[in-house]
């Protein structure tokens, strides 16, 4: 079974504060992604990496920063935060097969800013 | 802009019927489709998928429809469980091989009710 972790399920932080959310998958996955989840906009995604020390700008990679230094790690940063980064952060994880395959989630992260 | 779109926001069924969820999208390079289901607090998980050399996908009660002309895919569960209630999302990707091909668009969702 693929697991996919993430380092918090629930965060509470000041406008301002630095944030990590770690990410960790099991299963040798070279794919990883960062996604937010908003009502209305669904899964918008931030940034992915097809491998060690890559990384891609996703759809709205604003005020994000990714590192991934080991294959089964992803971190997304916020440097400092702001109130409209409060939502669900859920990392993801696949395959790298060619194509699209299906990717793997975490339980999210419920981020709010105050 | 939003290349996949899901315009109804919820859905209530009632036990035992049909469910039908629509997708819609713009992007002409979108070939591969997949449908996600996520329960509230837990990540999504993977429904079904389908390539566009395809026009029909079944898995079970699962059944996904595509109309390439139409830019249109459908979900059909029947019957439909009370387990079934939850926010299904589609998403679209291309199936170039290429580095960078492999991330998907998602849609905005559909909150489906199963009513017992």
């Known amino acids: 079974d693929v697991k996919v972790t993430q380092s918090s399920r629930y965060l509470v932080k000041r406008t301002g504060e630095k944030v990590f959310l770690e990410c960790v998958q099991d299963?040798?996955?070279?794919?990883m992604f960062w996604y937010r989840q908003d009502p209305g906009l669904g899964l918008r995604l931030i940034y992915f990496?097809?491998?060690?020390?890559?990384?891609e700008k996703g759809d709205i990679p604003e005020g994000y920063s990714v590192s991934r230094e080991k294959k089964e790690r992803f971190s997304l940063i916020l440097e400092s935060t702001s109130t409209n980064q409060t939502s669900m952060y859920l990392c993801?994880?696949?395959?790298?097969?060619?194509?699209?395959?299906?990717?793997?989630f975490g339980p999210g992260t419920r981020l709010t800013v105050l | 802009d939003q290349q996949v779109k899901q315009n109804s926001p919820s859905l209530s069924v009632q036990e035992g019927r049909i469910s039908i969820l629509n997708c819609d999208y713009t992007n002409s390079m979108f070939d591969y489709f997949l449908w996600y289901k996520k329960y509230p607090a837990e990540g999504p998980t993977f429904l079904i998928s389908i390539s566009s050399i395809k026009d029909k996908n079944e898995d079970g009660r699962f059944t996904v429809f595509l109309n390439k002309s139409a830019k249109h895919l459908s979900l059909h569960i029947v019957p439909s469980q009370p387990g079934d209630s939850a926010v299904y999302f589609c998403?679209?990707?291309?199936?170039?091989?290429?580095?960078?091909?492999?991330?998907?668009?998602f849609g905005t969702g559909t909150r489906l009710t199963i009513i017992p």
């Open positions: 998403a679209a990707s291309e199936m170039m091989i290429n580095f960078g091909n492999e991330k998907l668009t």
């Open positions: 993801a994880s696949s395959f790298w097969t060619g194509g699209p395959d299906t990717q793997y």
């Open positions: 299963m040798d996955h070279e794919n």
């Open positions: 990496s097809y491998d060690v020390k890559m990384k």
